[in-house]
């Protein structure tokens, strides 16, 4: 079992970054795959970026080239740099780590996590 805590986020204007951190507690965190979710007010929770233990790293099409998921197992820590921030970036952003076998879209999918971080909200005006 693991515990997941999150630090970050804030409120920037667009085309400005911000860097998420995710810090495991408990299970050995470099057993785990992780990965970053967001959820803005009224829509479905999507996945943004992914990275399986070998560091193999999925991302969605809408974070391609602006966003990058990256860990560092000495401190348990998984992170999210987002540059060129978007209005339609904004929503709260969730880590979390699974145990499931593949990388790639499906990776992005909430159903193969197993733990949740506690979320942080990112803000991007215009």
């Known amino acids: 079992q693991v515990h997941l805590v999150e630090s970050g986020g804030g409120s920037v204007q667009s085309g400005e970054s911000l860097r998420d951190s995710c810090t495991a507690y408990?299970?050995?965190?470099?057993?785990?795959?992780m990965g970053w979710f967001r959820q803005a007010p009224g829509k479905e929770r999507e996945g943004v970026a992914s990275?399986?233990?070998?560091?193999?790293?999925s991302y969605a099409d809408s974070v391609k080239g602006r966003f990058t998921i990256s860990q560092d197992n000495a401190k348990n820590t998984l992170y999210l740099q987002m540059n060129s921030l978007k209005p339609e970036d904004t929503a709260m952003y969730y880590c979390?780590?699974?145990?499931?076998?593949?990388?790639?879209?499906?990776?992005?999918?909430?159903?193969?996590?197993?733990?949740w971080g506690q979320g942080t909200q990112v803000t991007v005006s215009s």
């Open positions: 979390a780590a699974g145990s499931f076998a593949f990388t790639g879209v499906n990776s992005l999918r909430s159903k193969w996590y197993n733990y």
């Open positions: 990275i399986y233990r070998d560091g193999k790293q």
């Open positions: 408990g299970d050995t965190y470099s057993t785990y795959n």
